[in-house]
């Protein structure tokens, strides 16, 4: 079973920029293709991005298309969201998870934005 741990949110003014990761146990991590997903205060989980098993065919929400990237690095079991030009409604929890997720969710990590 595949264990999840994100990091890298924080507290960043609009325009910033972060680096999201997410751990994973398990040697199954590799074959999943893997995605992020957000939850802002009183609005459902949502579909962030998406990467292949390989670390191809990342595909994106609308909403972040052009300042967000995702990759992966098997060897480290980890996948990354690189975000830059955040915005206030970037806020939420980040989670990753199996895409289509199949998983235990893990915590997340917080990502504010400042206006």
């Known amino acids: 079973q595949v264990q999840l741990v994100e990091s890298g949110g924080g507290l960043v003014q609009a325009g910033g920029s972060l680096r999201l990761s997410c751990a994973a146990s398990?040697?199954?991590?590799?074959?999943?293709?893997m995605g992020w997903f957000r939850q802002a205060p009183g609005k459902e989980r949502e579909f962030v991005a998406a990467?292949?098993?390989?670390?191809?065919?990342?595909y994106y929400a609308d909403s972040v298309k052009g300042r967000f990237t995702i990759s992966r690095d098997n060897a480290k079991n980890t996948v990354y969201l690189q975000m830059i030009s955040l915005k206030p409604e970037d806020t939420a929890v980040y989670y990753c998870?199996?895409?289509?997720?199949?998983?235990?969710w893990g915590q997340g990590t917080q990502v504010t934005v400042s206006s």
């Open positions: 990467i292949s098993w390989s670390g191809g065919s990342p």
């Open positions: 398990g040697r199954t991590f590799k074959s999943y293709a």
């Open positions: 998870n199996a895409n289509p997720p199949r998983v235990s």
